[in-house]
């Protein structure tokens, strides 16, 4: 049975830094990606890692503050995030799956996915 666990979130001043970790287990995954929620939106694409193939992608909005990693011993993808500010509030989510580099920021391209996890920066 494949679980997705998120944890990590938090509140946090504005500048301020976070990491968020997701365990993924009982399946083995091509990527594993981070998608965010915040009140009244839709769920957006932030990062994604790549398990066998070429470097991370990241949202044009994160590029540059987070930075996504894996402990493959750990089965844990990383999301460290950098420089937050209030427009990162959302509940964070990790999911995992097998999508194809064209559909890797769809949220509809992963399979498996987490409880999420609450992310609030205060201005």
């Known amino acids: 049975q494949v679980q997705v666990v998120e944890s990590g979130g938090s509140s946090v001043q504005a500048g301020g830094s976070l990491r968020l970790s997701c365990v993924v287990s009982g399946g083995n995954f091509r990527a594993t990606g981070w998608f965010r929620q915040a009140p009244g939106k839709e769920r957006e694409f932030v990062a994604v890692?790549?398990?066998?193939?070429?470097?991370?992608r990241y949202a044009d909005s994160v590029k540059g503050r987070f930075t996504v990693s894996r402990d493959n011993a750990k089965h844990t993808v990383f999301l460290q995030m950098n420089s937050l500010n209030p427009e990162d509030t959302a509940v964070y989510y990790c999911?995992?799956?097998?999508?194809?580099?064209?559909?890797?920021?769809?949220?509809?391209?992963?399979?498996?996915w987490g409880q999420g996890t609450q992310v609030t920066v205060s201005s």
């Open positions: 890692h790549w398990k066998f193939s070429s470097g991370p």
């Open positions: 999911a995992a799956g097998n999508p194809m580099l064209s559909t890797v920021e769809r949220d509809n391209a992963y399979n498996y």
